[in-house]
Each structure stands twice: as structure tokens, then as C-alpha cells.
T-cell receptor
Framework: NAGVTQTPKFRILKIGQSMTLQCTQD?????MYWYRQDPGMGLKLIYY???????DKGEVPNGYNVSRSTTEDFPLRLELAAPSQTSVYFC????????????FGPGTRLLVL | GQQVMQIPQYQHVQEGEDFTTYCNSS?????IQWYKQRPGGHPVFLIQ?????EVKKQKRLTFQFGEAKKNSSLHITATQTTDVGTYFC??????????????FGQGTILTVHP
């Protein structure tokens, strides 16, 4: 099992550009999450999904969109990139609710200039 | 909304010294999890505590969950250079439908000098 994979590993965007961060898991987990981590800070939840076709906002959803058409994939879309979106983005998955442990991908480092 | 505070933010120790990080939630938790993130890496799950007053050990690491289920601690005995990293606590709110949404503390960055 590859676990949770994320692409790209690193990306530089210009202000106003858009991009999609890819996340795939092969553990058949229903729950998937997107976090951002700013330097020296904890993890802030952007969006989450409890299954294919179901998504909901987390703590910091502005400027982002998600979709979940399959169990495996949970892409994060950045529209009109801004410098404030410079961060490390982590995708995670878990097998169920009730606070099951989360498995994180390796992260995508995004720099918006 | 729920807040999880973690202290200290930084801790520098000499190899062999002990280390403790503390986690406090503004609300009662269903459970609390601890994660470790190595420099440049991603968070990795360490343990989950569920019961009031629970204590769990993993080799040199001891995890405690408070009686009121609002605080927790991680204690490392005799630190080693391999313990370097950021330790996060993450709590699941006991109220409402959290759908597994964890609230992470800001983490404690541990450096160990050989």
C-alpha cells in the first residue's frame, strides 16, 4: 500500500493563478481531510469529506474548493492564488469517525509570489 | 469554537534530559491523539487516549489524559537525538457531530543537543 500520496511536492504560483493539489489514498478510507500548516504553527482544517460526493468546510475554507467523486481521490482547488496561501498542504485520511487516527500524505509546499 | 492550546512552543534539551509537553482544550474531549512530525516531514500518529485518567506508555514515552478529559501530556524520559521533531496533540470535541474532525494544538518543537 502506498498510503496517502500527494502531488506535486512543490509548486510556485504567481498571484491570481489557479492550481489543483492532488491527493489519493489506497486504504479505502471514507474520511479525508485537507490541512494547511504555516511555519511554526499547527494544522488548520480547510475541507473534509466523509465519503464520495460529500464534502464540508473546515476552519479555513476561503479561497479553496474541493470535490470527492471517488473514495480514493480528494483534490483541493486553489482559485486566484494569494500570498496568504503560501503554506504546506497536507492531505489525510482515516477509516471512520469517532476520532480514528489520521494518515497523512507527504505534503505539498506552495509558494505564491 | 473549540481551541486546543499546547505548551511550551519550543523546548531545547540536552540528550538524556526529560521532556514534557502539555495540551489543554477549551472543551471536553471524546479522545485525544498525539502526532509526531519530523523536520521536513508529515505528522505521524503516535497514540490515542480515550478514557478519563488514562495513562499509556510507548517505551520512553508516557501519555496521560486528564480526569476531566480537557487536558493531556506527553512525557519523554531520557531524550535521544531521534526524538527531535514537533509533537502535536489533537482533540476530538465530545459535543456535536465532529465527523472525526480533530482540532490540533500548535505543537511543541523539540530540539535535542547531543
Amino acid at each position: 500500500n502506498a498510503g496517502v500520496t500527494q502531488t506535486p511536492k512543490f509548486r510556485i504560483l504567481k498571484i491570481g493563478q489557479s492550481m489543483t493539489l492532488q491527493c489519493t489514498q489506497d486504504m479505502n478510507h471514507n474520511y479525508m481531510y485537507w490541512y494547511r500548516q504555516d511555519p511554526g504553527m499547527g494544522l488548520k482544517l480547510i475541507y473534509y469529506s466523509v465519503g464520495a460526493g460529500i464534502t464540508d468546510k473546515g476552519e479555513v475554507p476561503n479561497g479553496y474548493n474541493v470535490s470527492r467523486s471517488t473514495t480514493e481521490d480528494f483534490p483541493l482547488r486553489l482559485e486566484l492564488a494569494a500570498p496568504s496561501q503560501t503554506s504546506v498542504y497536507f492531505c489525510a485520511s482515516s477509516y471512520g469517525r469517532g476520532g480514528a487516527s489520521q494518515y497523512f500524505g507527504p505534503g505539498t509546499r506552495l509558494l505564491v509570489l | 469554537g473549540q481551541q486546543v492550546m499546547q505548551i511550551p512552543q519550543y523546548q531545547h534539551v540536552q540528550e538524556g534530559e526529560d521532556f514534557t509537553t502539555y495540551c489543554n482544550s477549551s472543551t471536553t474531549l471524546s479522545n485525544i491523539q498525539w502526532y509526531k512530525q519530523r523536520p521536513g516531514g508529515h505528522p505521524v500518529f503516535l497514540i490515542q487516549l480515550v478514557k478519563s485518567g488514562e495513562v499509556k506508555k510507548q517505551k520512553r514515552l508516557t501519555f496521560q489524559f486528564g480526569e476531566a478529559k480537557k487536558n493531556s501530556s506527553l512525557h519523554i524520559t531520557a531524550t535521544q537525538t531521534t526524538d527531535v521533531g514537533t509533537y502535536f496533540c489533537a482533540g476530538l470535541d465530545a459535543g456535536g457531530t465532529s465527523y472525526g474532525k480533530l482540532t490540533f494544538g500548535q505543537g511543541t518543537i523539540l530540539t535535542v543537543h547531543p
